[in-house]
């Protein structure tokens, strides 16, 4: 199979496909367990975040209704349209929110700049890991987290044989390949999690525990939970997401790293 990446997709021409996806339960888990795990990383003091793709502006809402100090960067002007009006309708986050249309590969910000660098969801949609890796990690200040959302490669065909799209499945499976198209029509490339720590290492990070991000639930498409449902399945998703051999199963691998604070 031959595939080829561009730098970078305009998502604004799936923007109401990812608009429902992101309010279902499956997206759902998706930001609840990133978001959470963020949060336990930088702890509770105002901190400087940055969010490269930041789409609709769902994980920026998150972070600065926490109390923090949040800067949006994305490509897409119809998502980045959408994040603005979003933030509009919360005024009290307005003074803690900015928003700048911008690419991954030349982000606009000096060299530690920010007590976590957030990039979820774009890495899988890009060439490789490398250089993204080591353009956002350039910007993580002493003592600071940098946090990478993208396609578990350890996974692939895990959904499609879930779905009972064999053909698919064993493809993958056996080719072991890293792409394939995702539920948004578009190309996604996964990796490992090792791989993932190994380019943290090599930008002065350390890596920290991983997660896998929707173990049991990422084939269920059709997934509207109430929410008693949904909160005990947040509750299980939670507890597997940095257990073996849970974890290797999430459609995402949440990779995680932090630059150690100088004396």
Not at 14 to 20: D, L, N, T
Not at 158 to 168: D, K, P, T, V
Request: net charge negative; aromatic share 6%; with cysteine.
């Amino acid at each position: 199979m031959t595939i080829e990446f561009s730098k970078s997709s305009d998502f604004s021409t799936v923007g109401v496909a990812y608009a429902s996806y992101s309010s279902g339960g499956r997206g759902r888990l998706r930001h609840d367990i990133t978001a959470r795990r963020i949060m336990a990383e930088v702890g509770q003091q105002p901190a400087r975040i940055l969010d490269v793709g930041c789409g609709d502006g769902e994980m920026v809402l998150r972070l600065a209704a926490a109390g923090h100090q949040v800067t949006g960067v994305e490509p897409s002007e119809g998502m980045l349209t959408t994040a603005a009006k979003r933030v509009a309708d919360v005024p009290e986050l307005a003074a803690r929110v900015t928003l700048l249309a911008g690419d991954i590969y030349a982000l606009p910000f000096d060299d530690g700049a920010f007590d976590a660098v957030c990039c979820h969801g774009v890495v899988m949609y890009l060439p490789d890991s490398a250089a993204p890796a080591a353009h956002l990690a350039r910007l993580v200040a002493d003592g600071g987290v940098l946090s990478i959302l993208t396609k578990n490669q350890l996974a692939v065909g895990m959904r499609e044989a879930l779905r009972g799209q064999y053909a698919s499945a064993r493809e993958q499976i056996v080719s072991g390949q890293a792409a394939s198209v995702g539920n948004l029509g578009i190309t996604t490339r996964g990796d490992t999690p090792a791989h993932l720590d190994d380019l943290a290492r090599a930008n002065g990070l350390t890596p920290l525990p991983w997660q896998g991000v929707r173990i049991f639930h990422d084939h269920r498409d059709d997934w509207t939970p109430g929410e008693e449902e949904y909160q005990e399945a947040l509750a299980v998703e939670w507890e597997a997401s940095t257990r073996s051999p849970y974890r290797d199963l999430g459609r995402l691998v949440h990779a995680l790293a932090r630059r150690e604070a100088t004396a």
